[in-house]
């Protein structure tokens, strides 16, 4: 039987350039942000636990993330809120761009995986400690105005991948988060709902109930999560919630204050990265700051340096003093928005976050963060990468149990299809006609000199039963040859097929499907298995196994 290791395949070959070299040892390049190494969880939630007081002031903060989530739905805003509120709670932090119905399926891979660390730093600790339980916090990234990319949905339907976005963007550089949402979406999810099949209608249903009844693109995000993951849901928090950006001030105002050295900092850290070979996630222009301005119109534009005392935004060469924008952030913080090279530093600075779990994205581009969190006197935390999954009912479990016990291995099942198919051609056929062949020529042989021995008249008679048994042996070889086509085509048919599911689009599964894909798709229980069998050990990729209980329209597809 195929072991757990067999059923898991390295994720190196999945990662960027970047990742890969961290992940593969190059921790300098993240000095002075530390990296868990795979296998290590346990030693560092033991740290963390002890040393997990923090200095951050998190009590107005909590309060207003506690009315949020209540107003989400949450079934623990207040507990986790009243956690957070204590300046000694261990905070766990992951985050995402509030996705079109929940993102991609790696946002729930993204805060199991943060759950996970809260639970597991929350039993490392000693009653001597004095440590409360940790806290999950979820950060939704609704500053950003990558429409395109928030707005992509993909669904796994009962005949067919079917995938798209919601259009164009109609406000380019306005933030997503903060807007209403598009109303094409309602329509749209009954259109899906009457192709999908029950369980997946069923959530498009949920999810289009939740749109409809929701203020703005983030509110949408968060109930649904709320809705898809219960009392397993982190604290959710709006990165542009007034009480977020009022947290943000002091780190706001060092970024603008400091802006000379930030500059210089991050210029040294590109050119010293770009000397070691490192590609740039990130361009840092020099002069052009880390922070954004978002004016009355709502566009978001980022803040360059003039001289020693102006500023001006990309796109208009008006020059403004520094003091009106030092102003700004002090009467008006939500009007700053950090760029992704100060917002690690910037939430770890109004958070004290113990471990920060991100994404292969996020760990390409942290290298070139370094620098700003002694600039904003923030303590980098621990960053553990999020472990990748693949999900698999009961029935395509099995299979991928066969063929891994057939000596295909998962990664080449996920690998270059070009390679997939040469390692099926070289196991279709054994040799073992051949094999025959050479014993009966043999047998022949033999027959024919014994034939010569006994009576020279019973030669002729051998010559003719040799070859009769070797039509008859060709003949079968044709048969044998044919049956062995018929299974191969079945087999690879089969493999086809569950190469597909694993890789939908071409792409791996939880980089594709829609979250909602996960109870639509796998069933209800697949929350809960997502949940309680990821590990946290984010150099393999590792299957996801619901339970027994097949979805009838997705095993319908499978086997046309």
Not at 129 to 138: E, R
Request: hydrophobic share 40%.
């Amino acid at each position: 039987m195929a072991t757990p290791a067999e059923l898991s395949t390295s994720i190196l070959p999945f990662l960027g350039s970047t990742a890969r070299r961290i992940l593969d040892g190059e921790r300098a390049l993240l000095s002075p942000i530390e990296l868990v190494d795979p296998g290590s969880e346990r030693t560092v939630a033991r740290e963390v636990c002890q040393g997990a007081a923090s200095s951050v002031d998190r009590t107005a903060l909590a309060a207003a993330l506690e009315a949020d989530n209540e107003r989400w739905g949450h079934p623990l805003a207040s507990e986790l809120s009243k956690r957070l509120a204590n300046p000694a709670t261990p905070v766990v932090v992951t985050g995402q761009q509030p996705g079109f119905l929940g993102g991609p399926i790696y946002t729930l891979s993204k805060i199991a995986a943060a759950v996970e660390w809260a639970r597991q730093i929350t039993e490392a600790r000693d009653e001597g400690d004095g440590v409360p339980p940790a806290v999950p916090v979820f950060w939704m990234a609704g500053e950003d105005h990558d429409f395109g990319e928030m707005a992509q949905w993909c669904l796994s339907m009962p005949k067919e991948l079917l995938s798209g976005g919601l259009g164009d963007d109609p406000q380019p550089l306005v933030p997503v988060g903060g807007r209403s949402i598009p109303p094409g979406v309602v329509p749209l999810l009954e259109e899906l709902g009457d192709q999908a099949s029950p369980w997946l209608s069923s959530w498009l249903g949920q999810a289009r109930d939740l749109y409809r009844d929701s203020v703005s693109w983030t509110d949408g995000f968060a109930r649904l999560l709320v809705r898809l993951l219960g009392e397993r849901c982190p604290l959710l928090l709006d990165a542009q919630a007034p009480a977020v950006k009022r947290t943000q001030q002091p780190a706001l105002e060092k970024l603008v204050t400091e802006r000379a050295l930030v500059d210089q900092r991050l210029d040294e850290r590109a050119r010293g990265l770009e000397a070691s070979g490192f590609r740039h996630q990130v361009k840092h222009a020099p002069g052009w700051s880390p922070l954004f301005e978002v004016a009355e119109d709502g566009c978001r534009r980022r803040i360059g340096w003039v001289g020693d005392d102006g500023y001006r935004v990309r796109g208009d060469d008006d020059v403004r003093p520094v003091s009106g924008l030092l102003e700004m952030i002090d009467r008006s913080p939500e009007r700053i928005s950090p760029g992704v090279l100060a917002r690690p530093a910037i939430q770890d600075a109004m958070l004290g976050t113990s471990v920060f779990v991100v994404g292969p994205g996020e760990l390409s581009y942290l290298p070139q963060v370094a620098p700003v969190y002694e600039l904003v006197g923030a303590r980098p935390a621990r960053v553990a990468l999020r472990p990748q999954c693949l999900l698999l009912d009961g029935r395509r479990s099995k299979q991928l149990r066969e063929l891994v016990e057939s000596g295909l291995a998962l990664g080449l099942l996920l690998g270059p299809f070009d390679e997939l198919e040469e390692a099926l051609a070289a196991s279709a056929d054994d040799g073992a006609i051949d094999r025959l062949e050479m014993r009966f020529d043999g047998l022949l042989e033999e027959l024919g000199a014994l034939a010569a021995e006994t009576d020279p008249g019973l030669e002729k008679p051998a010559r003719k039963t040799a070859d009769q048994i070797r039509r008859g042996l060709g003949a079968f070889r044709g048969k044998h040859q044919a049956a062995l086509a018929r299974r191969d085509e079945t087999r690879r048919g089969r493999i086809e097929s569950l190469r597909e599911q694993c890789l939908p689009g071409g792409k791996l599964q939880e980089r594709t499907l829609s979250s909602v894909c996960v109870p639509g798709v796998f069933g209800e229980h697949a929350i809960a298995a997502l949940f309680d069998q990821l590990e946290l050990d984010p150099s393999r990729l590792r299957i996801i196994t619901p339970g027994s209980v097949t979805n009838p329209d997705l095993a319908r597809r499978n086997s046309d």
